[in-house]
């Protein structure tokens, strides 16, 4: 194979693990479709879901707050307002959604509805979420949710008038990426529920 072709062949030449832990960091020695070879930083902690629990009845949903250590030590936030979210340690997406959902809020979903499944950080990250906006009723809040203990795992949780998000995204005041996403794609396919 002659240098031209090579050119736009982008490649993954060889990968040393730096780090393996909760996530994995791996450099990368790659080869660009121009044809230059870089180091690349690569953390990888597999794929992941989130889901916007909702209640079109009482025009709530459900969201979590516990403390994150990364937005703490970059910016001094000790939390954000986020729709459920979890590693996909299950097969199915869905069946995952579901997992988290009681986990973290105590609540039984039934129906998901598909958003997207999207990568939040191209750039560093071989995360891969899929996202679903999840109806509820007031007789699928079973249990209290907040965690799992043995995962240190200090959850508040909340339910929010959905008006109130729709003016907070609006704002600019949801932070958290996941969360908005699926806060403007409920606004966009059950615009009546925000009224």
Known sequence: MDDQSQRGAPAVL????VHDGWSTFS????????????NREIEDHGRAVCVLPYDP???VAVLVRQFRPPIFAAA????LDEAPAGL????????CARREAMEECGVRLGELEPVVSAWPMPGVSTELIDFFLAPYG???????????????????VLEVPLAELA????????TDLK??????????RRPELFA
Not at 144 to 154: F, M, R, V
Not at 167 to 174: C, K, T, V
């Open 14 to 17: 060889d990968s040393k693990v």
């Open 27 to 38: 450099i990368a020695r790659v080869r660009l479709p121009n044809g230059a070879v870089v």
């Open 57 to 59: 009845a009482r025009k």
């Open 76 to 79: 001094g936030v000790t939390s």
């Open 88 to 95: 996909l340690d299950e097969d199915d997406p869905r069946d």
């Open 138 to 156: 007031e007789a699928d809040r079973v249990g209290d949710g907040g965690g799992l203990a043995d995962e240190h795992e200090d959850i508040e």
């Open 167 to 174: 003016a907070r995204a609006a704002r600019g005041e949801l």
């Open 179 to 188: 969360t908005m996403l699926l806060v403007l794609a409920l606004q966009v």
